[in-house]
């Protein structure tokens, strides 16, 4: 098993930035991509990004493409999504997610493990 845990989240202002840690523990050995999706109140949860844990290729949604990066420290274990411009409609819950398989995917069911979800509130 994995677990994730996500950090970070707060309020902002609209244009203001932050910078959310996703950290895996357990068997992080099993995973190969680390993801962020995002889930506004009513709607489905959104793909936002994914990164490659070897290699540290990304691929991103293109609703964030340019304002949002996603990182990896290896050593820790830890994810990171730096968000930066944000505006009002990134206002979601932000969750991490892992997958064992090499391929990037942007749809929840290709995700094993997810962790709790961190709230970010961007004011206008």
């Known amino acids: 098993q994995v677990q994730l845990v996500e950090s970070g989240g707060g309020l902002v202002q609209a244009g203001g930035s932050l910078r959310l840690s996703c950290a895996a523990s357990?068997?992080?050995?099993?995973?190969?991509?680390m993801a962020w999706f995002r889930q506004a109140p009513g709607e489905e949860r959104e793909f936002v990004g994914a990164i490659k844990w070897s290699g540290g290729s990304t691929f991103y949604a293109n609703s964030v493409k340019g304002r949002f990066t996603i990182s990896r420290d290896n050593a820790k274990n830890t994810v990171y999504l730096q968000m930066n411009s944000l505006k009002p409609e990134d206002t979601a819950i932000y969750y991490c997610?892992?997958?064992?398989?090499?391929?990037?995917?942007?749809?929840?069911?290709?995700?094993?493990?997810w962790g709790q979800g961190t709230q970010v509130t961007v004011s206008s």
């Open positions: 357990g068997r992080t050995a099993s995973i190969n991509v």
């Open positions: 997610a892992a997958r064992k398989s090499p391929l990037f995917a942007a749809y929840t069911q290709a995700y094993d493990y």
